[in-house]
C-alpha cells in the first residue's frame, strides 16, 4: 500500500515519509489523532519483525518504581489474566526477542518474530499488559516484583523479598555497577539522573503501594509513549490492530514527562564512596577512580558518533595514547572508558581500577596533562583513521549478533525522538562519517579542547574497598527488620504473617486452563517442520581443508583459521590461553604493537585470538581443542588482512616485559568483573571441570582456575617473566602448524574465488611439521565447592553428566530443558524464591546442569532441585501444554543467525559430526515429544539429581552458614 502525506489511516496520521539508505528502509513518522501516540514504522525486507512501545518514565527517587513497574506490568492483564503471561509467552512463541527494559529515563517494551501470526499475539499481550494491567487488582504483584515483608511465623524473623530488590542487591554488589552509578549521580545532583531507576535496595522498601499505582497512571498513557515498527510487516494491518485494540480507547493527554536539564558546574566536584570485599581480601591497590564529563545532548547525533571514535582513540585501542599515559603513569593496573549516550546529557568516563586513593591528584593531572599534549601537538594520524574505519565498518555490517537490528534502530531513533528532535538523524551515520574523514585533522582534537580541556561539567570519583561493608549492611538490615517487628502489634503481624500466606497461595496455584487459553499462541502446523540447514561445502586449498559457506555477505569476508592444539602439553596449556589474549597487541619484527593495532584497524573490522574446545557427537568422551583466528574483512582489504595475519604469526615477540605485564593485569582485571556478574556461568563451568575431559579443560583455559594462574603470574612476574616468555614462545611455535589447521570461509562464491590465492599466500608461510597429539588426561575429583566472594547475592549450580549415568541425548532433551527453566525454576526460584533467573541445560555430550541468577537463597535453591525429579514424575501435562513447550523450544532452536554467526555454528557443527540429518533427527524429536516422553525422563533426572554436585558462588556470611553442604569453600579474591 502507498501511504500519502498528511492523510489518516486507522487514527494515524503520516507526518513524513524518507528513504534511510544506511538500513534500507522507508521510514514514516505517524502521530495517533484521537490519543496523542507517536508511531515510527520503518519498511524494510528485513523478515525479524519488531514492535516495540516506550515509555518516559521519569524517577523522583531512589525506590526503582519504574524498575518494579516493568516486571510488573506484565504480570497479567485485562485480556490476559493469567500471573504470568509473559512465561506463558516465552514457553510458547516463536520470538526472537521478547523482554522489557528500564533506563534511567525510559521504559521500553519490545517484542520480535519472523512469524507473521505470532507477531501479531505478541503484540496484543504486550499493548494490554503496558495498558490495562492487573497490578490494580492484585497487590501480591506488586510485593512478588518489587518488595514485601516476609513473616512465616510468630517466631520468625521479618526478612525482605522481592524479585527486583534481589536484582539490585546483586548488580550493586558489583564495584563497576556501584561506581557506574557514583558516575551519573555525581554530575546530575538536580535533576531525576541523580537517581538510580533500577532501584537502590535501601531505598526500594521505601515505595508504596499507592505510589507504585500512581506512577503507572501518569507515565502509561498513550500520549506519553513511542511506538515503534520495523520490517517487513504488513503495516496498514499493523495500524489497524494497534488502533482499534487500543489506542481507540485512549484521548490525548497532558503528560508532565520533561527533563529539567542539569546547570553547568562552575568548578569539578569530587566524591569518595566505598565498595565491600572479602574480610580475607588484601585491599592494597584496589581501588577505583574515575574522572567524567557531561557532553552535549543526546540527540546530536553526529557528536555522539565523534565522542564513541575518540573512545576508542584515547582509551579502547591498543594505540590508545590516554590509557598509555595512565598505565605508564603507574596509577592504576587496568584503564578503561565509558560513553553513556542514552540520557539527555550524555557524558564520558575515564576509569582506572587497581589504584589508590593517593594516586588521585596524579591520575588528574595525567589526564589532563596527556590530553593538552594531544590537542597541542595533534593525535596520530593512522590511529584516527584506524578509529574510524572500525567504526565504519561496525556500522555497514550491522552484525549484532542475534540482537533483532529493529531493536538497535529503536534505542538508536528514541535518543531524539524522546527529546522532540528529528529521529532519523540518528540512523544516517554516512553523512556523519563523511564530515569527520573531511575535517579528520582537526575534528577528534577540537573534541578534546570543547568537552575536555574546557569542561568544567565534570567529577572525579574515588571508590575505595571497604572489608565487613557488605556484612555491615546485612546487619543493619537485620537490624531495622527486628525493630519493625518489635513495633507491630500482635494484631499487626498476625496481618504481616496472613499476607505472606495468601501471596505464597496466589504462587503456587497453577492458572485455570481457561485463564491459560486466553493467552494467543501457536499450533504445531504453524512450524516449519525442517530444519534450517547452513550451507557449508569442505574444499581444499592445496592440501589445507577450508569449509567454504556460501552466503549473501554484503561484501564481507569472514576468514577464520582454526589450529589443533591436542600437541600442547598440559602444563602449558594455561600459556596457549595467555597466548590468545596477547596476540595482536605485541610488538612483532615489523611493526611495534601500536602500528600494528592501526594497521589491523585500518584494513579489517576484527581480529580476534581464543582457545575453544568442542565436543564430538560420535565419541562423546572425546573432545577437540582449537586454537582459532578470526577475522572479517572488505575483499579489497584480504591480501593485507593475510599479511597482518602472517606478522603475527610468525614474528610476534615477547621480550617487551612491561607490554606484557600490563596486559597480564589486564585480563585479571577484567576476569574480576566477569567473576562478579556471570556467577552462574562460573559455577556451572566449574562443577563439569570435574566431570569430563572437555570441562576441565574450559575451567583451566577460561575459570577461576585460569584466573589463579594470571593472578600468580601477576603477583610473581618479575620472577617469573624469562619463564613466561619462554613459554609463550614454545606454544607459539608449537601451535602454528598448517598440518593442524582448518579454515573456515563465510563469503560469496565470487568472493571466495578471488581470494583463494591469498589463503594459498598465508598457509605456505606456516611452519610445514609433525606434531603428535599429547594425550593430556585430567585427574577428576567430583566436589561440592563454595566460592566465597563479597557478592550480596548467590549463583547456585548443580550439574552431572547424562551419558556417565547411562543415557543417551535424544532433541527430546530439549524439550525437557524448555519445561524445566521456564516452568519450574521459574516458579520456584524466580517467584516464589525471589531469584531473578534461573536455568536449565542439556548438551549433546552429556552436561546437564541447573543454575540460579542472583538468589538470595542458598540452601532452598538446593532443595528445590532435589524436588525436580519429583515434579517431572508426577506432572500430567496435557496436551496443550507440551504443545506449547515444544513451540518454546522450537523458537530457541530458530534463533536468527547474522552470516558471521551462521559461518561460527558450520564449523561447530563439522569438528563436533552433527550431520544435517541430525538436526532434522533433533527437530522431528523435539516435535513428536509427548508428555509421556517427559515423564519418562523423571529417572534420568532422579539419577542425576542424586548424585550431582553443586558449586555455589556467592556471598561469604550465606555460604559460611551453610558451610556442611560443601566438600571445599574457595576465597576467589587475594
Known sequence: MKFELNKTYFGFKLLREEKIEEINAIGMIFEHEKSGARLIALKNNDDNKVFSISFKTIPKDDTGVAHILEHSTLCGSRKFPSKEPFLELIKSSLNTFLNAMTSPDKTTYPVASRNDKDFFNLMDVYLDAVFYPNIYKYPEIFMQEGWHYELENRNAPI???????NEMKGALSSPERILGTLNQNSLFPDNTYRFNAGGDPEYIPELTYDEFLDFHRKYYHPSNSYILLYGNGDIEKELRFIDENYLSNFDKTD?????????????PVEISDFYPISAKENSADKTYLSMNFVIGKSYDSLLNTGINILKYILLDSSAAPLKKALIDANIGKDVFGEYEDDILQPYFSIIVKNSSEERKELFKKTVYDTLKRLHENGIDKDLKKAAVNKMEFKLREADYRGLPKGLVYDFALLKSWMRDKEPFEQLRYEKHLSYIKKNIDFY??????????????????????????????EEKEREKLKKIKESLTEQEIDKLIEETKKLKKRQQEPDSEEVLNKIPHLAISDIDKKAEIIPSIEKKIDKTTVLHQHLRTNGIIYFNMLFDASPIEINKLQYLSLLAELLGTLSTKQYTYAELSNLTDINMGGLSFSLNSYGDFKNKSEYHKKFVIKSKTLKTN????????DEIVNNTLFDDKNRIREIIRKIKSRMEMYIMTSGHTISSRRIHSNLSQKGMFDELTGGIEFYKFISNLDKNFDKKFDSIAQNLDEVKNTIF????LLISVTATDNDFNSIKSDISKLTGNINDFGAKPINTLFDLKPQNEALLTPLNVQYVSMGNNYIDSGFEWTGKLLVLRTIIS????????RVMGGAYGAFAHFDKYGDFSLSSYRDPNLAETIDVYKKLPDYIEKTDFTENEITKFIIGTIGIMDSPLTPSMKGDVAITRYIAGISNDDLQEDRDAVLSTTSTDIKNFAGMLKNLVSSGKYCVIGNEGKIKSNSEIFDKLTVVFE
Request: proline residues 3%; aromatic residues 12%; negative net charge.
Open 444 to 473: 577528534f582534537e577540537n573534541l578534546i579542547e570543547n568537552y575536555f580541556l574546557t569542561n568544567n561539567h565534570a567529577s572525579v570519583i574515588v571508590l575505595n574497598p571497604k572489608k565487613g561493608l557488605a556484612e555491615e549492611k
Open 159 to 165: 526478612i525482605y523479598k522481592g524479585v527486583v530488590f
Open 255 to 267: 503528560v508532565d514527562s520533561a527533563i529539567e536539564e542539569q546547570k553547568p558546574f562552575e568548578t
Open 638 to 645: 584480504f591480501a593485507k588482512t593475510t599479511d597482518i595475519i
Open 822 to 829: 521456564r516452568d519450574y525454576l521459574w516458579n520456584n526460584i
Open 737 to 740: 602448524n598448517k598440518r593442524n
